[in-house]
Nanobody
Framework: VQLVESGGGLVQPGGSLRLSCVVS????????MGWFRQGPGKERELVAA????????NYAHSVKGRVTISRDNAENTVYLQLSSLSPGDTAVYYC?????????????????????WGQGTQVTVSS
């Protein structure tokens, strides 16, 4: 299973970005997905997580109201829409996948819950 993120870049404060993560080698519908980020000198932290069907989602408190996670299982892709960005959002953003056993609509909040990881995409918020 391979995960490839895209959509990162340099954006001004207040701006928006849409990150994508394409899964190959397996059906994304077999996985709960998550987006994490790791800023300079910081630990990796959850941004948002979504169940295999998209029915359930969970957001970190720091991004709630500014971020939307979604998925298109037909396209084997999960998205992260970021808005009202601030310099504090500067980080490498990673997507991660965890097998959704028995099709439970669970969301997973810890990095250790996930089996597969992408290489990350850099988001830099600066004027």
């Amino acid at each position: 299973v391979q995960l490839v993120e895209s959509g990162g870049g340099l954006v001004q404060p207040g701006g928006s970005l849409r990150l994508s993560c394409v899964v190959s080698g397996s059906l994304i519908s077999d996985y709960a997905m998550g987006w994490f980020r790791q800023g300079p000198g910081k630990e990796r932290e959850l941004v948002a997580a979504i169940s295999w069907s998209g029915h359930n989602a969970n957001y970190a408190h720091s991004v709630k109201g500014r971020v939307t996670i979604s998925r298109d299982n037909a396209e084997n892709t999960v998205y992260l829409q970021l808005s009202s960005l601030s310099p504090g959002d500067t980080a490498v953003y990673y997507c991660a996948a965890r097998p959704a056993l028995n099709q439970h609509e669970s969301v997973w909040l810890w990095a250790s819950d996930y089996t597969y990881w992408g290489q990350g995409t850099q988001v830099t918020v600066s004027s």
